[in-house]
C-alpha cells in the first residue's frame, strides 16, 4: 500500500539552526499538511498545501516557518532559526481529495538543543 | 472554534475485555468530518475511520466499532476483545466544512489504552 515516506526520522539541532524536514508523498495525492506533536500532547495542524500554494496555516505558523514542493515528488517544512519549542514529532500528510482521509507519516522527531 | 475532547487520559484492561473509548465535540458547522487515529508506540499515526455529520449508522469492521451520537455530539470507539497489539494512544479528530482546499483536524488530547496481558 502507498504511504507518505519521511525523512529523517531523528533530527538533532541547535538552537538557532535551520532544519528542513522532508517529505515524499503519496505519488497521486493533491493535498498536503505539516501536522506537529510536542511530546506527550496532542497533534496540532501546522499549515496546508493544495495547487502550489498555502491554503491555510495556523498561527503557529510564522515567519520562520515555510513550505515547498521543490519537485513533483517532495514537500518540505523548513524553520529557518530553531527554538527549543521547536523540538516535536512532525507529521506529514497528504490526500487525494476534498474530503479524503489524511495519510501521515512515520513522523520526524525534531529536537532542538 | 471547534473543539475535540476525550475526557479519558488513560485506560487499561486485561485481555479480552471490551473497551470503549469517548469522544465529544464542538463545533458550529452542520457539516464536518469525524476521525480516529491510532499512534502506537512507533509513532506513526494510522487512520482508522472517518464519518461525516450526516451518517449517524453505526460502523463495525471486525473488532472495531464505532457510535456517532449528533445529539449528544459524541463519536465513541469501541474495541470489542482487546488485544495487546491494540496498546495505543488514539486520538478523535474533527475537521470542517471544506474550506478554500484545506481539510484541518483539530485533535483531542488522547486516550493512551493499555492492554494487559
Known amino acids: 500500500e502507498p504511504e507518505v515516506t519521511q525523512t529523517p526520522s531523528h533530527q538533532v539541532t541547535q538552537m538557532g539552526q535551520e532544519v528542513i524536514l522532508r517529505c515524499v508523498p503519496i505519488?497521486?495525492?493533491?493535498?498536503f499538511y505539516w501536522y506537529r506533536q510536542i511530546l506527550g500532547q496532542k497533534v496540532e495542524f501546522l499549515v496546508s498545501?493544495?495547487?502550489?500554494?498555502?491554503?491555510?496555516k495556523s498561527e503557529i505558523f510564522d515567519d520562520q516557518f515555510s513550505v515547498e514542493r521543490p519537485d513533483g515528488s517532495n514537500f518540505t517544512l523548513k524553520i529557518r532559526s530553531t527554538k527549543l519549542e521547536d523540538s516535536a514529532m512532525y507529521f506529514c500528510?497528504?490526500?487525494?481529495?476534498?474530503?479524503?482521509?489524511?495519510?501521515f507519516g512515520n513522523g520526524t522527531r525534531l529536537t532542538v538543543t | 472554534a471547534q473543539k475535540v475532547t476525550q475526557a479519558q487520559t488513560e485506560i487499561s484492561v486485561v485481555e479480552k475485555e471490551d473497551v470503549t473509548l469517548d469522544c465529544v465535540y464542538e463545533?458550529?458547522?452542520?457539516?464536518?468530518?469525524l476521525f480516529w487515529y491510532k499512534q502506537p508506540p512507533s509513532g506513526e499515526l494510522v487512520f482508522l475511520i472517518r464519518?461525516?455529520?450526516?451518517?449517524?449508522q453505526n460502523e463495525i469492521s471486525g473488532r472495531y466499532s464505532w457510535n456517532f451520537q449528533k445529539s449528544t455530539s459524541s463519536f465513541n470507539f469501541t474495541i470489542t476483545a482487546s488485544q495487546v497489539v491494540d496498546s495505543a494512544v488514539y486520538f478523535c479528530?474533527?475537521?470542517?466544512?471544506?474550506?478554500?482546499?484545506?481539510?484541518?483536524?483539530?485533535f483531542g488530547q488522547g486516550t493512551r489504552l493499555t492492554i494487559n496481558p
Open positions: 500528510a497528504s490526500s487525494d481529495g476534498r474530503s479524503a482521509p489524511l495519510h
Open positions: 505519488s497521486n495525492h493533491l493535498y
Open positions: 498545501f493544495y495547487n502550489n500554494e498555502i491554503s491555510e
Open positions: 463545533t458550529r458547522d452542520t457539516t464536518y468530518y
Open positions: 464519518r461525516n455529520s450526516f451518517d449517524e
Open positions: 479528530a474533527l475537521s470542517e466544512a471544506w474550506i478554500q482546499g484545506a481539510q484541518k483536524l483539530v
